[in-house]
């Protein structure tokens, strides 16, 4: 018999992974199991994943309105509440002690006596049972009502306890439990009532109130590890309400067993409005991630759907720019191969909708109606829903996304992936790189080429651009690019500057671009602040794909991103974002593709000595990790043999041990065309940056591709050209990659 492996779709094998939701009205049982699901595997995971469903007992109506854990009230009278618990309210030490609970519970308190909360030091008094449990008792009933109908109302504990007793009751094999806030408590309730007739392989909670004494106090229990708990990990946010102690493991007996991690959600914490209590939150860092995959014997790599940087923005209730890829046909969904239903739905979408600007335009449509549904009519515009080749753009709220991987069959989604944000990237040169002996020797001007230019936009008055940018397109909103008008003057100027850089000359030639005659197609990707979304990216790049599918030859023949951004690993393949995808694509028709490699070359790090700047490795930015683009990393215009690689400039190899950057190229102060200019005195600015490295290869490019036209189309004939001719400034290789483009030796050697 052959010992049967894990599929590349991540089966969890026998292991089933129970969830415990927490206190607060709930989306019905399927759907926050759903939720859960998306969060923790990036797809429905069906029978695999049980959920305790227990909030309809408390809250049979489901969620009206947003629940929060804990609520306050400014106008709270504590004398009220001692008198209601029967407790002497003229006792200084309770009256320290009803603060310091109501500090704990999160409860803002205006006391008697000018006495606030905000006074009281973290340590609560040593109060004897008799007077602590009545006024822990009195808090709960009137801040936290779920959790004290769990311990005060008669049946509602037992019947919480039998949601999670009736699902587990039948699993013969060991379970995963993944509990969350007041699950945690019915979850040990439970598992210690049943002593070792359940087999837990991992038991794993997140957001616990367990550590509060005030919660002990009543808990049907000893504080002691379940006999059946094989291991337990607790995780709390360090910024967590709920789990205001974060350390199980010296509260519970025998505390070995209890592996305590105090972990935060970085990436969603960005975002305004984050919960740290959130079960999603919590449920899509990869510390969590790490222990379920491992217990329920889950493949790391195995297929998701929605990426995981998606679900740990799921954290956050407000929209999230998403990037939904459609199926081109023949491709398989998510599970197709395993799942009948699932086949089945996708074999019926194949038979309506089989090309792939069909399913495009249906998904976008349907993702339409669906935040009809989930969040009205008066929020569709708000979702920004924008249609590109082989993808929907959107802007989502959690539950809008939850209901769109649910359908994910019937509208042929691939990935749902974050549209993420990319940035500008900032911080004497044609004789550095030898365009001016190629202008003097071959008149390689550009004449001919037209480039495209993903930045800001352009001011096309500029003077010393009037005669080269043929369009500016505005990629930034709902719909396909639009002209931008006449008048249009680039206020952050980046886009400008970098194509002053390529192309252009002044009155006087006094000031050229690299390829001076070459003509520019400027796309506005980024927005009046530097920054914009892969959507908008990808956008540009469709249209250009469009214009030159359109033409009997390569109409754009290269592009120039000065931008870029991180990238997470746990998520792409390095160089396989959605971006890069587009990119490669363009290449291998035959569109060179320039990118600057990012500014993250140093670093400031804090040492007992004070501040010391390192450069950093593996700080090559996403796309110019990209193998079919040439990555460009910046050099001193005047002496790059002397000074070498620019300090800020990005460092390979790449996170899979590739050289980047491919070139490097004058980049520190760097005059170009200013767009904001008043008069003929300031039409041009000194900029430094990756930014402005990038542009001069991609000006290179254009004027070679001018004089030796056979190569158009022909990108990685160029790109080997351009590295085998490079001047070696004598740097390491990972910071130079190939060293300086010299134009002179690529047309002598051509």
């Known amino acids: ?38 969060a923790l595997f990036g797809k429905e995971m069906g029978a695999q994943t049980k959920m305790a469903y227990w909030a309809d007992i408390l ?21 009220a509440l001692l008198r209601e618990a029967g407790v002497a309210a003229e006792n200084d030490d309770v009256q320290r002690f009803s603060l310091a609970l109501a500090s704990r519970l999160g409860v803002q308190v205006a006391a008697p006596g000018g006495m606030r909360a905000a006074s009281v030091q973290k340590k609560i008094l040593p109060l004897p049972a008799a007077w602590r449990r009545p006024l822990a008792r009195a808090f709960l009933e009137r801040f936290v009502k779920d959790t004290a109908a769990y311990f005060f109302k008669p049946g509602i504990r037992d019947k919480a306890r039998k949601a999670l007793n009736d699902l587990l009751k039948n699993l013969n094999e060991p379970v995963t439990i993944v509990a969350h806030s007041q699950g945690t408590i019915i979850t040990l309730e439970v598992l210690a009532a049943e002593r070792s007739r359940l087999a837990v392989a991992q038991l794993v909670t997140l957001g616990s109130p367990l550590g509060i004494t005030e919660v002990q106090d009543f808990l049907s229990c000893p504080l002691r590890v379940p006999a059946g708990v094989a291991q337990w990990h607790n995780f709390a946010d360090r910024f967590d309400p709920v789990a205001l102690d974060k350390g199980l493991g010296n509260d519970f007996r025998p505390g070995g067993f209890i592996t305590d991690r ?12 984050f919960n740290p209590h959130a079960a999603s939150g919590y449920l899509a860092l990869p510390e969590v991630r790490e222990v379920v995959y491992r217990a329920a014997r889950y493949d790391t790599r195995a297929r998701f759907l929605v990426a995981r940087d998606v679900a740990a923005d ?33 074999q019926k979408a194949n038979s309506v909708r089989p090309s792939l600007a069909a399913r495009v335009e249906h998904a976008a449509a349907e993702i339409g109606r669906i935040v009809e549904e989930v969040s009205g009519k008066d929020q569709v515009d708000a979702a920004r829903i924008d249609r590109l080749r082989r993808f929907v753009s959107a802007s989502l709220t959690p539950d809008e996304l939850s209901e769109v991987a649910h359908k994910y069959p019937d509208l042929h989604i691939y990935r749902v992936w974050k549209s993420n944000v990319k940035r500008k990237l900032l911080t004497r040169s044609c004789r550095a790189i030898q365009a001016d002996a190629a202008w003097a ?4 001007f550009g004449k001919g080429i037209t480039w495209a230019v993903l930045d800001t936009g352009a001011n096309r008055n500029h003077p010393h651009l009037k005669d080269n940018v043929v369009a500016v397109w505005d990629c930034t909103r709902p719909g396909a690019p639009t002209p931008v008008p006449a008048g249009f003057r680039d206020p952050d100027g980046h886009g400008t500057h970098v194509a002053g850089i390529i192309a252009g000359a002044s009155d006087k030639d006094a000031v050229r671009g690299i390829a001076p005659q070459a003509k520019l197609v400027v796309y506005k990707v980024l927005d009046e602040n530097g ?47 959605p971006i890069c995808t587009e990119l490669r694509r363009l290449w291998r028709s ?64 790449t996170s899979d041990g590739r050289v980047k950057p491919d070139v490097v190229a004058p980049g520190e102060r760097i005059s170009s065309c200013n767009s904001g200019y008043t008069s003929t005195r300031d039409l041009y600015r000194e900029e430094s940056g990756t930014s402005m ?58």
């Open 59 to 79: 809250h049979p109506g489901g969620p009206a309105v947003s629940t929060k854990a804990v609520r306050s009230d400014s106008s709270f009278d504590i004398d």
């Open 693 to 750: 490295a990038a542009p001069h290869v991609s000006g290179l490019l254009a004027a070679f591709l001018s004089v030796r036209r056979e190569f158009i189309g022909r990108p990685d004939e160029v790109k080997a050209i351009l590295l085998r001719t490079c001047t070696d400034i004598g740097r390491d290789r990972y910071h130079q990659g190939h060293g300086v483009p010299n134009l002179m030796k690529m047309l002598l050697e051509t």
């Open 531 to 577: 920054a914009g979304e892969d959507a908008w990216i990808i956008k540009a790049l469709d249209h250009v794909a469009e214009q030159n599918e359109n033409m009997s030859s390569v109409h754009v023949q290269g592009l120039n991103l000065s931008l870029g951004g991180p990238y997470d690993s746990t998520v792409y393949g390095c160089g396989f974002t």
């Open 590 to 653: 035959g569109v060179l593709v320039v990118v600057a490699s990012g500014n993250e070359g140093q670093v400031e790090v804090s040492t007992p000595d004070g501040t010391v700047e390192l450069n950093s490795p593996m700080s090559i930015g996403d796309p110019a990790n990209l193998e079919e683009c040439i990555a460009v990393g910046a050099v001193s215009a005047d002496s790059p043999h002397l000074y070498g690689v620019s300090a800020f400039s990005s460092r390979g190899p």
């Open 441 to 444: 020797s071959y008149r390689a």
């Open 314 to 346: 799921l954290a956050v209730e407000a929209r999230h720019s998403v990037l939904v890829e459609i199926l081109e046909p023949g491709a398989k969904a998510v599970d197709e191969d395993k799942d009948d239903k699932i086949r089945k739905r996708v």
């Open 262 to 273: 105090v972990v935060s959600n970085l990436q969603a914490r960005r975002l305004e409005g």
């Open 1 to 38: 018999m052959r010992k049967r492996s894990t599929k590349a779709g991540g089966d969890v094998g026998r292991m089933r992974v129970v969830y415990v939701h927490g206190i607060g009205a709930q989306p019905k049982a399927e759907v926050l199991k759903r939720d859960w699901d998306l």
